[in-house]
Protein backbone atom coordinates (compact mmCIF):
# COMPACT_ATOMS: atom_id res chain seq x y z
CA UNK A 1 0.00 0.00 0.00
CA UNK A 2 1.75 3.40 -1.06
CA UNK A 3 1.93 5.71 1.44
CA UNK A 4 2.74 9.36 1.29
CA UNK A 5 3.32 12.04 4.15
CA UNK A 6 3.42 15.33 3.76
CA UNK A 7 4.84 17.95 6.19
CA UNK A 8 6.45 21.28 6.77
CA UNK A 9 3.31 23.70 6.66
CA UNK A 10 2.48 26.43 8.21
CA UNK A 11 1.71 30.17 8.70
CA UNK A 12 4.98 32.67 6.85
CA UNK A 13 5.22 36.31 6.13
CA UNK A 14 5.02 37.36 2.17
CA UNK A 15 8.83 36.99 1.31
CA UNK A 16 9.42 34.18 3.64
CA UNK A 17 10.09 30.48 2.80
CA UNK A 18 8.83 27.25 3.98
CA UNK A 19 10.64 23.40 3.00
CA UNK A 20 7.48 20.99 2.51
CA UNK A 21 8.80 17.09 2.51
CA UNK A 22 7.11 13.91 1.41
CA UNK A 23 7.84 10.32 2.91
CA UNK A 24 7.06 7.68 0.70
CA UNK A 25 6.38 4.37 1.46
CA UNK A 26 4.99 0.66 0.03
CA UNK A 27 6.25 1.92 -3.40
CA UNK A 28 10.10 1.41 -5.20
CA UNK A 29 10.43 5.46 -4.57
CA UNK A 30 13.37 5.91 -7.00
CA UNK A 31 10.75 4.40 -9.98
CA UNK A 32 8.25 7.11 -9.56
CA UNK A 33 7.78 10.90 -10.85
CA UNK A 34 6.95 12.72 -7.85
CA UNK A 35 4.67 16.07 -7.87
CA UNK A 36 3.53 18.63 -6.42
CA UNK A 37 -0.02 20.05 -6.30
CA UNK A 38 -1.75 22.50 -4.80
CA UNK A 39 -5.50 23.59 -4.45
CA UNK A 40 -6.62 27.24 -2.64
CA UNK A 41 -9.77 27.42 -1.62
CA UNK A 42 -12.50 27.77 -3.86
CA UNK A 43 -9.78 27.23 -6.97
CA UNK A 44 -8.84 24.29 -8.99
CA UNK A 45 -6.20 21.91 -8.26
CA UNK A 46 -3.41 23.02 -9.90
CA UNK A 47 0.63 21.22 -10.44
CA UNK A 48 3.21 22.90 -8.77
CA UNK A 49 6.59 20.84 -9.67
CA UNK A 50 7.23 17.46 -11.26
CA UNK A 51 10.70 15.74 -10.61
CA UNK A 52 11.25 12.39 -12.65
CA UNK A 53 12.56 9.68 -11.80
CA UNK A 54 15.76 10.39 -13.39
CA UNK A 55 15.88 13.50 -11.64
CA UNK A 56 14.37 16.39 -14.17
CA UNK A 57 12.50 19.13 -12.99
CA UNK A 58 9.76 20.86 -14.37
CA UNK A 59 7.73 24.08 -12.50
CA UNK A 60 4.57 25.48 -13.56
CA UNK A 61 5.57 29.17 -14.51
CA UNK A 62 4.03 31.14 -11.29
CA UNK A 63 6.84 29.20 -9.02
CA UNK A 64 9.67 29.14 -11.73
CA UNK A 65 12.84 31.05 -9.88
CA UNK A 66 10.86 30.57 -6.38
CA UNK A 67 10.23 26.91 -5.83
CA UNK A 68 12.79 24.05 -6.03
CA UNK A 69 11.78 20.90 -5.83
CA UNK A 70 14.15 17.94 -5.36
CA UNK A 71 14.55 14.23 -4.19
CA UNK A 72 16.45 11.90 -1.96
CA UNK A 73 16.00 8.63 -3.32
CA UNK A 74 17.75 7.00 -0.22
CA UNK A 75 15.18 8.24 2.19
CA UNK A 76 12.14 8.08 -0.03
CA UNK A 77 11.24 11.57 0.03
CA UNK A 78 10.55 14.35 -2.10
CA UNK A 79 10.72 18.15 -1.32
CA UNK A 80 9.47 21.57 -2.19
CA UNK A 81 11.23 24.26 -0.82
CA UNK A 82 9.47 27.96 -1.43
CA UNK A 83 11.41 30.71 -1.17
CA UNK A 84 10.03 34.55 -1.90
CA UNK A 85 6.45 33.19 -0.91
CA UNK A 86 3.53 35.39 -1.76
CA UNK A 87 -0.26 35.30 -0.64
CA UNK A 88 -0.86 33.37 -3.69
CA UNK A 89 0.78 31.09 -2.79
CA UNK A 90 -1.56 30.06 0.14
CA UNK A 91 -3.14 26.24 0.00
CA UNK A 92 -2.98 22.95 0.31
CA UNK A 93 -0.19 21.49 -0.73
CA UNK A 94 -0.03 17.54 -1.83
CA UNK A 95 2.33 15.02 -2.86
CA UNK A 96 1.85 12.84 -5.60
CA UNK A 97 3.85 9.57 -6.99
CA UNK A 98 2.95 7.86 -10.67
CA UNK A 99 5.13 5.85 -12.32
CA UNK A 100 3.75 6.75 -16.10
CA UNK A 101 4.10 10.40 -17.77
CA UNK A 102 1.39 12.28 -16.41
CA UNK A 103 -0.76 10.05 -14.44
CA UNK A 104 -1.20 10.82 -10.96
CA UNK A 105 -2.28 7.57 -8.47
CA UNK A 106 -1.20 8.09 -5.52
CA UNK A 107 -1.62 11.59 -3.36
CA UNK A 108 -0.82 12.29 0.23
CA UNK A 109 -3.24 13.92 2.74
CA UNK A 110 -2.24 17.50 2.11
CA UNK A 111 -0.02 20.12 4.27
CA UNK A 112 -1.38 23.61 4.60
CA UNK A 113 0.70 26.55 3.52
CA UNK A 114 -0.73 29.83 4.85
CA UNK A 115 1.23 32.94 3.34
CA UNK A 116 0.18 36.28 5.06
CA UNK A 117 0.34 40.04 3.58
Known amino acids: QVQLVESGGGLVQAGGSLRLSCVASGLIFSRYHMDWFRQAPGKQRELVAT???????NYADFVKGRFTISRDNAKNTVYLEMNSLKPDDTADYYC???????????WGQGTQVTVSS
Open 51 to 57: ITSGGST
Open 96 to 106: VAGIVRASYPH
